[in-house]
């Protein structure tokens, strides 16, 4: 006797079924990954805004000691060859006397300068210092040597908006010098974000 064979019941998804799920699946993976990527980006960009901007307080604070501890200053100064270093074409933007028998900072002088970065490791113009170094106590030391040093990068060229990244103003009605620094970097997307910090002396 012939025994009828009976289809079994198949279980399952069919291919159809399949492919639909994997395409379903890819689509949500690229999304997530896309939020991922735009945050990770966001992320980069104020990690970068907040280091610089510390960069730039930094950099005021050490220039408001120095203003505190000279005998005078002058925004804008022409050159004076009794400077105790080379600008190398740099512009002075503000010198701050040592001694209180040159209170029209020309001598040996604090002086801070706008230009072309002295190497290709910095970023676009630099704001340096032509200082004396610190001592272990955190104080100058005058009687040593007066060196350049590069304080921050990243400072606009003069033909971008006209100024320079590092500004010194006598401020018209009190007597307060006004300090501005600018930066400007590119973030993610190639997109140039713009930094401004200020202080008053």
Same mark, same amino acid.
């Given at each position: 006797m012939k025994r009828s064979e009976v289809n079994p019941v198949l279980d399952g998804f069919t291919l159809v079924e399949l &492919? #639909?799920?994997?395409?379903?699946? &890819?689509?949500?993976?690229? &999304? *997530?990954?896309?939020?991922?990527?735009?945050? #990770? *980006?966001?992320?980069?960009? &104020?990690?970068?805004?907040?280091?610089?901007?510390? #960069?730039?307080?930094?950099? #005021?604070?050490?220039?408001? *000691?120095?203003? *505190?501890?000279?005998?005078? $200053?002058?925004?804008?100064?022409?050159?004076?060859?009794? $400077?105790?270093c080379s600008l190398a074409g740099r512009q002075p933007v503000l010198a701050i006397a040592t001694a209180s028998d040159d209170p029209q900072a020309r001598g040996r002088a604090i002086i801070y300068s706008v230009g072309y970065a002295p190497s290709p490791i910095w970023r676009r113009q630099v704001l340096m210092r032509c200082g004396p170094a610190f001592d272990l106590n955190g104080e100058p030391n005058l009687a040593g040597s007066f060196l350049n040093r590069v304080l921050i990068d990243g400072l606009p060229s003069p033909q971008s908006n006209g100024e320079l990244g590092f500004i010194a103003r006598q401020d018209p009605f009190l007597p307060v010098l006004r300090l501005e620094l600018e930066q400007h970097f590119k973030a993610s997307g190639g997109k140039v974000r713009r930094i401004r910090s200020a202080a008053a002396v």
């Amino acid at each position: 006797m012939k025994r009828s064979e009976v289809n079994p019941v198949l279980d399952g998804f069919t291919l159809v079924e399949l &492919m #639909l799920s994997i395409s379903l699946a &890819m689509l949500f993976v690229a &999304m *997530a990954l896309g939020v991922i990527t735009k945050d #990770l *980006a966001l992320g980069n960009s &104020m990690a970068q805004r907040l280091r610089e901007r510390g #960069l730039q307080q930094r950099s #005021l604070n050490l220039i408001k *000691a120095d203003l *505190a501890r000279g005998h005078g $200053w002058r925004v804008d100064p022409p050159h004076s060859s009794r $400077w105790p270093c080379s600008l190398a074409g740099r512009q002075p933007v503000l010198a701050i006397a040592t001694a209180s028998d040159d209170p029209q900072a020309r001598g040996r002088a604090i002086i801070y300068s706008v230009g072309y970065a002295p190497s290709p490791i910095w970023r676009r113009q630099v704001l340096m210092r032509c200082g004396p170094a610190f001592d272990l106590n955190g104080e100058p030391n005058l009687a040593g040597s007066f060196l350049n040093r590069v304080l921050i990068d990243g400072l606009p060229s003069p033909q971008s908006n006209g100024e320079l990244g590092f500004i010194a103003r006598q401020d018209p009605f009190l007597p307060v010098l006004r300090l501005e620094l600018e930066q400007h970097f590119k973030a993610s997307g190639g997109k140039v974000r713009r930094i401004r910090s200020a202080a008053a002396v």
